[in-house]
């Protein structure tokens, strides 16, 4: 399976994004996905979680009420629209992919097979 990131760029506080993310490949097998950010010094973090089904979605406490994940099956693909944004989502962005096992509310990054090559977001003040 291969992740394909995107939508990530510059914008002021208060404004959104929507970021997307790809899947190619055997994706039959995916059960579900996840956004993982990472900013510099900090250590990855869980931001939202998705089935591959599409029926269940996860947020990390932290932006709950402002972004939503959604799938898009025709595609292959995975949104997250990111309204409100705050200097501390500035980070690196992730989507990744878990194969073939059952999927659970995807928190861990250790429960993910594949990853994106990252998106970068900056929330300007």
């Known amino acids: 399976v291969q992740l394909q990131a995107s939508g990530g760029g510059l914008v002021q506080a208060g404004g959104s994004l929507r970021l997307s993310c790809v899947a190619s490949?055997?994706?039959?097998?995916?059960?579900?996905m996840g956004w993982f950010r990472q900013a510099p010094g900090n250590e990855r973090e869980f931001v939202a979680a998705i089935t591959w089904s599409g029926d269940r979605t996860y947020y990390a406490d932290s932006v709950k009420g402002r972004f939503t994940i959604s799938r898009d099956k025709d595609k292959n693909a995975v949104y997250l629209q990111m309204n409100s944004l705050q200097p501390e989502d500035t980070a690196v962005y992730y989507c990744a992919a878990r194969y073939a096992r059952p999927f659970y509310q995807g928190r861990n990054g250790n429960e993910y097979n594949y990853w994106g090559q990252g998106t970068k977001v900056t929330v300007s003040s």
């Open positions: 490949g055997r994706t039959f097998s995916v059960t579900g």
